[in-house]
């Protein structure tokens, strides 16, 4: 069984930043992309920031230059580091990874941003 346990969410202000951190575990076999997809109540997750396993980049135009997502592979982790914080980006944040050649969804980290 594979799980991925995100952590670091919480309330900052406007213009602050926050790292968000995504663990997969249990018999891992190989991981492929990894993303991260914030949700607001409403509407549909959207992918904001995608790595590859080779560590390819690729972001959403809202945050691009704001946030950036990075992987240790060693450790089976991604994570998103966000500044310049914007009210906007306040919801859900799920990531998500390719394990084993199936997708797999952590349980969502809330982000709040203050104005």
């Known amino acids: 069984q594979v799980q991925l346990v995100e952590s670091g969410g919480g309330l900052v202000q406007a213009g602050g930043s926050l790292r968000l951190s995504c663990a997969a575990s249990?018999?891992?076999?190989?991981?492929?992309?990894m993303g991260w997809h914030p949700q607001v109540p409403g509407k549909q997750r959207e992918l904001v920031a995608g790595?590859?396993?080779?560590?390819?980049?690729n972001y959403a135009d809202s945050v691009n230059g704001r946030f950036t997502i990075s992987r240790d592979n060693a450790k089976n982790t991604v994570y998103l580091q966000m500044n310049s914080l914007k009210p906007e980006d306040t919801a859900v944040y799920y990531c998500n990874a390719g394990v084993n050649w199936r997708t797999y969804w952590g349980q969502g980290t809330q982000v709040t941003v203050s104005s």
């Open positions: 790595i590859s396993s080779g560590g390819i980049t």
């Open positions: 249990g018999s891992i076999f190989s991981i492929n992309a």
